[in-house]
T-cell receptor
Framework: KAGVTQTPRYLIKTRGQQVTLSCSPISGHRSVSWYQQTPGQGLQFLFEYFSETQRNKGNFPGRFSGRQFSNSRSEMNVSTLELGDSALYLC?????????????FGDGTRLSIL | KQEVTQIPAALSVPEGENLVLNCSFTDSAIYNLQWFRQDPGKGLTSLLLIQSSQREQTSGRLNASLDKSSGRSTLYIAASQPGDSATYLCAVTTDSNYQLIWGAGTKLIIKP
């Protein structure tokens, strides 16, 4: 069974640009969560999608947005990029996001802002 | 506001030793606690998940315990091996939402 797949693995952008990251969950998983990981702030929750609906959201500005498609694949978009957006972006999937379920993570997309 | 702390931030031990990693949280109203491992440049691998009603979980050489009342969890690694070298993170899920709240991690180095 294939794991969680994130593309691309690496991205380099400049300030002011926008970027779209993709996450394909494990087959059959309907919940996808996104996290940002930086050396200074550690891991922080961005948002969670289930059945194409954003169910939960962390404390990030509106420049960070996401969506989920009918096949459960999810995209995350960051607009007007800032230097501080440089981070490893991780997505995780679970069957239905139930609190009793472990989350399975992809290897992440490393975003560097110049 | 829930806060999760992991001490120490880094730990180096010789191969073969048993060791304990610590995780503490400020609000005992958690639904579950998970331990993850992260290898350099990689995502996270779920190691153990303990529900709030459980006291411990075991998987191979790993044993995780949970004491909700004191806000503490420990991850015990038996007979450590160089392949155990990684950063270990704990995260809690609160009752009211679906997000994980993370500790900063313990970087573990096992010396051959």
């Amino acid at each position: 069974k294939a794991g969680v797949t994130q593309t691309p693995r690496y991205l380099i952008k400049t300030r002011g640009q926008q970027v779209t990251l993709s996450c394909s969950p494990i087959s059959g998983h309907r919940s996808v969560s996104w996290y940002q990981q930086t050396p200074g702030q550690g891991l922080q929750f961005l948002f969670e999608y289930f059945s194409e609906t954003q169910r939960n959201k962390g404390n990030f500005p509106g420049r960070f947005s996401g969506r989920q498609f009918s096949n459960s694949r999810s995209e995350m978009n960051v607009s007007t990029l800032e230097l501080g957006d440089s981070a490893l972006y991780l997505c995780a999937s679970s069957l239905d996001g139930g609190l009793h379920q472990p989350q399975h993570f992809g290897d992440g997309t490393r975003l560097s802002i110049l | 506001k829930q806060e999760v702390t992991q001490i120490p931030a880094a730990l180096s031990v010789p191969e073969g030793e048993n060791l304990v990693l610590n995780c503490s949280f400020t609000d005992s109203a958690i639904y579950n606690l998970q331990w993850f491992r992260q290898d350099p440049g990689k995502g996270l691998t779920s190691l153990l998940l303990i529900q709030s009603s459980q006291r411990e979980q075991t998987s191979g050489r790993l044993n995780a315990s949970l004491d909700k009342s004191s806000g503490r969890s420990t991850l015990y690694i038996a007979a450590s091996q160089p392949g155990d070298s990684a950063t270990y993170l704990c995260a809690v899920t609160t009752d009211s939402n679906y997000q994980l709240i993370w500790g900063a991690g313990t970087k573990l180095i096992i010396k051959p």
